[in-house]
């Protein structure tokens, strides 16, 4: 069955206007692209190693001569540019993901799912999820999803189980510690090292606000609940959250998203002594300026931070009006994480695994009972190996060659990957 092409993709006329190539789609909108900037973006198949898809002559250094353009063809959507001694094609999808001021119903945010009240976390068995990686896309769309069936309890067995499912998608994060798998053993004893090492509650918060960017998947395992009832994991929509603030309170959005917070962290010694290796060599102290929202190029919503034991606060240079509006802001979007709109709650039963966009959703604990032993397992994955696989997921989605592949933003191949009917 031959697919169809949404009436944004599908070009009604094509001409040529001054130094301009102007491009009018069936939806009614109109895109101008440069001539010169056409001729330094060829992708015909001369132009690139047949592996590596590098540029064998990048067109940016060469020298074109100047020709006027003999006229513009339309070939089944692909546009044919005539020069004087020579003709390029370029494909028609691949012109309109470049045109920046697109409208927003091709915006791939729209992708992502809000939680509205009917919105269930997804779930599955560990078997579907390594037979059909589909679940990454859908953990794109909602932030969250659990994987179930995995066991038995013991420690080197859940390392294994958890480091299959995120080959998956990629490598993990590397920390600064021996391991990059974390295990959690709460105890009131261990306060001198992190409060999540306790069986306090947890209140909201996304995960090492203090780097940049933070790591973007995590991957939160519990291997061991005995003795006593398992604790409650939140987890809350920060994209919507923030979204919300926006609709109802637009300054303090404005305040969350234009001033930057001191975010650090500092661990002089690791966590394991008991390991008998050089504690300098994981030792840390790491410290950033960055917003609690920050935002993409069309003020969206892209990396939300809420940790407040990481933040040491704001530049001396904000002034006290700022700094009483600011700390205004911050209660509000801080309360709002715990509203009912925007939360899920969670029992993470043995053999649990819940992956979930640690940009995204800040998420909270209640209180370990003290009769509870609970053993959890945390591990990341960082954004650029995020990127990568989503990337890739969209390229074969996009059914395009190579040549109209590389150089695409992800946005872009998202827009491609969803350019059917």
């Known amino acids: 069955m031959q697919r169809k092409l949404k009436e944004q993709y599908l070009i009604r006329d094509c001409s040529i206007d001054g130094d301009s190539l102007v491009v009018a789609w069936q ?10 900037w056409l001729r330094r973006s060829v992708r015909t198949e001369q132009c690139f190693a047949p592996d590596s898809l590098e540029y064998v002559d990048n067109p940016l250094l060469a020298e074109v001569a100047s020709q006027p353009v003999r006229g513009v063809e339309l070939r089944d959507q692909t546009l044919v540019l005539r020069w004087r001694d020579e003709a390029e094609a370029f494909d028609g999808a691949w012109l309109r993901v470049q045109d920046e001021r697109l409208p927003a119903e091709l915006d791939p945010r729209r992708i992502q799912r809000s939680w509205d009240e009917a919105f269930e976390i997804p779930s599955l068995q560990l078997e579907e999820a390594l037979e059909d990686p589909s679940w990454i896309s859908g953990l794109h769309r909602d932030g969250i999803l659990v994987i179930r069936g995995i066991g038995p309890d013991d420690q080197r067995a859940a390392e294994l189980a958890l480091e299959r499912v995120a080959a998956e998608i990629g490598v993990l994060h590397r920390r600064i510690h021996p391991t990059d798998i974390n295990v959690l053993i709460p105890a009131p004893k261990n306060i001198g090292l992190d409060k999540a090492y306790t069986g306090g509650d947890l209140e909201y918060h996304t995960d090492a606000p203090y780097y940049d960017p933070p790591p973007k998947i995590a991957l939160l395992f519990c291997q061991t609940i005995e003795g006593g009832p398992p604790p409650i994991n939140y987890f809350s929509d920060g994209y919507a959250v923030a979204r919300a603030l926006e609709q109802h309170h637009p300054e303090e959005y404005e305040l969350l998203t234009d001033t930057k917070v001191n975010f650090a962290r500092r661990r002089p010694r690791s966590h394991h002594e008991e390991l008998g290796q050089s504690q300098t060599r994981y030792a840390l102290d790491t410290q950033i300026f960055a917003p609690f929202i920050s935002t993409d190029e069309r003020n969206n919503p892209s990396v939300i931070r809420i940790h407040t034991r990481s933040v040491t606060g704001l530049a001396a240079s904000t002034s006290g009006d700022r700094l009483r509006a600011f700390s205004g802001a911050y209660r509000r979007f801080n309360s709002m994480f ?15 695994l819940v992956l979930f966009d640690n940009h995204r959703l800040g998420h909270a604990r209640s209180a370990i009972d003290p009769a509870t032993r609970r053993v959890a397992n945390l591990c990341y994955i960082d954004e650029y190996v995020w990127n990568s696989r989503l990337r890739l997921i969209f390229a074969e989605k996009a059914d395009l060659p190579e040549r109209w592949l590389k150089g695409c933003s992800t946005r872009a191949l998202q827009q491609l990957a969803n350019r059917w009917e």
């Open 338 to 352: 715990g509203s009912d709109p925007f939360v899920r709650e969670l029992v993470l039963e043995p053999g649990t």
């Open 27 to 36: 939806d009614e909108a109109r895109s101008r692209f440069p001539l010169e």
